[in-house]
């Protein structure tokens, strides 16, 4: 008679299961609250201390950790000497192991969860069990998914065993659960910032059509516990389903968002922000928002702060736009934006994120680049006037703008803004002077009076020329170049005021 080991915390599909095992003529053994379940659906089982000859002991933290387990699990069929030992102490065979782990990751997400809690449900045994049987798969079925139970209870009713294939498919899904199990465990009780490994894991959100690009493929994968907003965690209400850059570019958006406190809204291309107007309702924001780039707004992602009405409703319908995110939309804006069939709205609270969230993973070849967010805003910086002339009330306002702006753009960045919005963003130049004169051709006529922020120090006063010459009035720069009293002296020679702020903003 073939033997199972069943160990489940998540008894979904558990009793259908074990009944189609039995049927097969296979032994169940089993342990704890899935063997009481078992028997209370009046089905045989015998408990785990009648195989070890030992009792649970220590709270349950010891019942399967026995040779009577893991030499069944681990003893290789058609090795003679393997046979020989497990026969020579009367160890039985176990050919099938469905188990599934303490509830680690559901545990340190409750709010009010102690550390005492969180270290009792870190599971030995299971992992144990499931690597032995994932090891010796040649010979041993392992489900760690009660997804996959049809599949096995299939393959047994059509020709009496698993086939290999499958056997080896359950065995790599064993791997990467326990994998992704340690890796959580890992996650919450590491304190350092850059530990001498870094270990993450992600739970497959959704198939993505493709990726980048039609003939790359793609997924989106998520942290088993985030932050309720993020992208991750959005609830889609309305359209079709996001794609790989719909993905990218809405986090780029939220990102931008969260640095405002007072009604504001962000119009995102390709990652970069193409317009953001702050205002005292998010209509007038939206008005700004708008007006700051009508053409590059065409086909992008527009994310606000707060809840979208029906007056700003009406005016974003009169656009062709992939996404629009918000914390919420009223019923009149629902009613309004539903009617779009492929418009995709996201409800998102912003507001919610945490200072202090996880690092920032980037790809590289044969590896990755792993750094804090840049959390560094325009209120942490020690900022210094460096010219002659103060700003004014409205400049100091344009420049916080523009701060908060620039740094969610891709570098080389110059960002100009005027009454409460951006006029004209330049990003990703080689060169700065090149992104200044981007930014200086999109704004036009509105150039004059406007604030000009630069994500980092000018090398040469060029910039500064360009600027004063089409009519700006303030700079607000890193500093730090070996020629910054060159910029000094030529923003004091146009009657310019630039303020130092000692940060800078790279985003690559």
Not at 52 to 66: A, C, N, Q, S, Y
Not at 384 to 392: F, L, N, W
Request: charged share 25%.
């Amino acid at each position: 008679m073939k033997r199972a080991l069943v160990s489940v915390s998540n008894k979904e599909g558990l009793i259908p299961f074990v009944e189609g095992l039995i049927k097969q003529g296979i032994e169940i053994v089993s342990t704890g609250g899935t063997k009481k379940a078992i028997e209370e659906a009046g089905l045989e089982v015998t408990g785990i201390s009648e195989v070890t000859g030992f009792p649970e002991i220590l709270d349950g933290r010891v019942k399967t950790l026995h040779p009577n387990i893991h030499g069944g699990l681990l003893a290789v069929r058609d090795n003679a000497d393997h046979q020989a030992q497990i026969e020579a102490h009367n160890i039985t065979p176990i050919d099938f192991v469905v188990v599934n782990l303490y509830p680690f990751k559901e545990t340190i997400s409750r709010p009010d969860v102690t550390f005492e809690d969180a270290i009792e449900n870190i599971d030995i045994g299971g992992p144990s069990m499931l690597r032995s049987a994932a090891k010796n798969h040649a010979s041993v079925t392992v489900a760690v998914d009660p997804a996959d139970y049809g599949a096995i209870l299939e393959e047994l009713q059509t020709s009496g065993e698993v086939t290999k294939e499958t056997k080896r498919r359950l065995a790599a899904k064993v791997f990467r659960h326990t994998a992704a199990y340690d890796a959580l465990i890992a996650q919450y009780l590491t304190e350092e910032d850059f530990p001498e490994s870094y270990t993450v894991t992600y739970t497959k959100k959704q198939s993505l059509r493709y990726g980048e690009n039609p003939h790359q493929q793609a997924a989106f994968y998520e942290v088993p516990i985030g932050d309720p907003s993020t992208i991750a965690k959005a609830k889609q209400l309305h359209g079709k389903e996001l794609s790989f850059n719909n993905i990218n570019d809405a986090d780029a958006a939220l990102q931008i968002i969260r640095e405002f406190d007072e009604p504001a809204v962000v119009a995102v291309k390709h990652t970069n922000p193409c317009g953001v107007g702050v205002g005292k309702s998010i209509a007038e924001a939206y008005k700004l928002a708008y007006e700051a780039d009508p053409v590059s707004i065409f086909g992008g992602i527009v994310a606000t702060n707060e809840e979208v009405d029906a007056e700003t409703a009406q005016m974003l319908r009169e656009i062709f736009l992939e996404i629009i995110i918000a914390p919420s939309f009223s019923e009149e804006a629902l009613a309004i934006l539903t009617e779009k069939k492929n418009l995709r709205l996201l409800q998102i609270e912003p507001k919610t994120i945490a200072a202090d969230v996880a690092n920032r993973i980037q790809s590289v070849s044969g590896g990755a680049l792993v750094q804090q967010e840049d959390h560094f805003g325009f209120d942490n910086a020690e900022l210094k006037v460096a010219t002659k002339r103060e700003p004014t009330e409205a400049e100091w306002a344009d420049m916080k703008l523009g701060w908060q702006i620039v740094k969610h753009v891709k570098s080389n960045a110059i960002v100009l803004a005027k009454g409460n919005r951006t006029i004209g963003v330049g990003a990703g130049q080689m060169n700065r002077v090149g992104a200044a004169e981007i930014a200086l051709k999109q704004a036009g006529d509105n150039v004059i009076g406007s604030s000009m922020a630069s994500d980092a120090f000018f090398p040469m006063s060029d910039t500064v020329e360009a600027a004063a010459k089409a009519g700006v009035t303030a700079i607000i720069q890193p500093g730090g170049s070996i020629r910054d009293q060159e910029s000094i002296d030529k923003a004091d020679e146009y009657g310019i005021t630039m303020v130092m702020t000692g940060v800078r903003h790279f985003k690559h």
